[in-house]
């Protein structure tokens, strides 16, 4: 079974451009999630979908991030203008539709600004 | 609101030495925990977990048991490789449903480094 697949894995943009990191969740999972991963710190939530509709989203910054799942499948995480600030690992997970279902995590996109 | 805190690291132990990192965590209710482990260049994975008070997490050798009394999830193992070296992140799912399920409260991790 193929795990959560990320892409790029590396990206370096100057900062004011914009950038967009692609998520292919495991096979049949209906819940993705994308977390943020700054340096020596646990990750954070940005946001949560139940297939396509966002059902936690109170931690994203609404100002320069937004987030798609148009087909309740992939998903799509934009920034735009990245700052300094936003060099972190951006993390996509996933998970079945279960109470305590575990979440799965893809290998992360390092995303640097300069 | 939920929180985990971890021991502070890093962590140095010779191989086959005995391992714990400390994870005591804040939540209402019965949250699951459970620890994550990542490898240097890759994704978090998961290592074990518990889902109610007094169940025990094991997998590879490491076990926790989640201590309702002491809201502990301490990490442990009685043999530590060089293969172990990684960073080990606590984490907390909150009961209940609503927009909290499913969130998981990380703590800030704990990197463990082994020497042969």
């Known amino acids: 079974e193929a795990g959560v697949v990320q892409s790029p894995r590396y990206k370096i943009i100057e900062k004011k451009q914009p950038v967009a990191f692609w998520c292919n969740p495991i096979?049949?999972?209906?819940?993705l999630y994308w977390y943020l991963q700054n340096l020596g710190q646990g990750p954070e939530l940005l946001i949560r979908?139940?297939?396509?509709?966002?059902?936690?989203d109170s931690q994203l910054p609404k100002d320069r991030f937004s987030a798609e799942r148009l087909k309740g499948v992939d998903s799509t995480l934009k920034i735009q203008p990245a700052e300094l600030g936003d060099s972190a690992v951006y993390l996509c997970?996933?998970?079945?539709?279960?109470?305590?279902?575990?979440?799965?995590f893809g290998p992360g996109t390092r995303l640097t600004v300069l | 609101g939920n929180s985990v805190t971890q021991m502070e690291g890093p962590v140095t132990l010779s191989e086959e030495a005995f391992l714990t990192i400390n994870c005591t965590y804040t939540?209402?209710?019965?949250?699951?925990l459970f620890w994550y482990v990542q490898y240097p260049g890759e994704g978090l994975q998961l290592l074990l977990k518990?889902?109610?008070?007094?169940d025990k997490g094991s997998n590879k050798g490491f076990e926790a048991t989640y201590r309702k009394e002491t809201t502990s999830f301490h990490l442990e193992k009685g043999s530590v490789q060089v293969s172990d070296s990684a960073v080990y992140f606590c984490?907390?799912?909150?009961?209940?449903?609503?927009?909290?399920?499913?969130?998981?409260?990380f703590g800030q991790g704990t990197i463990l480094t082994v020497h042969p």
């Open positions: 518990a889902t109610k008070a007094d």
């Open positions: 997970a996933s998970s079945s539709k279960s109470y305590s279902g575990t979440q799965y």
């Open positions: 984490a907390l799912s909150p009961d209940g449903g609503g927009t909290s399920y499913g969130k998981l409260t």
């Open positions: 096979s049949g999972h209906n819940t």
């Open positions: 979908y139940e297939n396509e509709e966002a059902v936690d």
């Open positions: 939540a209402t209710g019965y949250p699951s």
